[in-house]
C-alpha cells in the first residue's frame, strides 16, 4: 500500500491555502476600499442634497412670508384695479 500520496496531500492542501491567502486577502482589501469609496460618494450627495433642500425651504419661508405679510394689501391693490375704468 502506497502512503506517499498522504504527505502530498498534506502538503498541496497547505499550499493552495497558502496561494488562496495571497489572493483572497487582497480582493477583501480592495472590496473595503470599494465600499468605502461608495459610502463618501453617498456621503456626499446626502449632504448636498440637503444644503438644496435647506436653500429651497428658506426661499418658501420668504414666499410665504412675502404672501401672508402683504396678503390684505395685495387684495386691496386688486379690488381697486378692478374699480378703474378701461380706456
Keep these: ?6 504527505p502530498a496531500l498534506g502538503i498541496s492542501v497547505a499550499l493552495l491555502a497558502v496561494f488562496a491567502n495571497q489572493i483572497f486577502r ?3 482589501r480592495l472590496q473595503e476600499r470599494k465600499m468605502e469609496l461608495d459610502a463618501n460618494m453617498v456621503a456626499e450627495k446626502a449632504a448636498q442634497y440637503a444644503a438644496q ?6 426661499r418658501v419661508r ?4 412675502i404672501i401672508t405679510d402683504k396678503g390684505v394689501d395685495l387684495s ?11 380706456n
Excluded at 53 to 58: A, I, S
Excluded at 76 to 83: K, T
Design 1 to 6: 500500500m502506497n502512503v506517499l500520496w498522504i
Design 62 to 65: 420668504v414666499l410665504e412670508r
Design 26 to 28: 487582497p480582493w477583501l
Design 76 to 86: 386691496d391693490q386688486i379690488e381697486r384695479l378692478r374699480d378703474e375704468p378701461v
Design 53 to 58: 433642500t435647506e436653500r429651497l425651504e428658506q
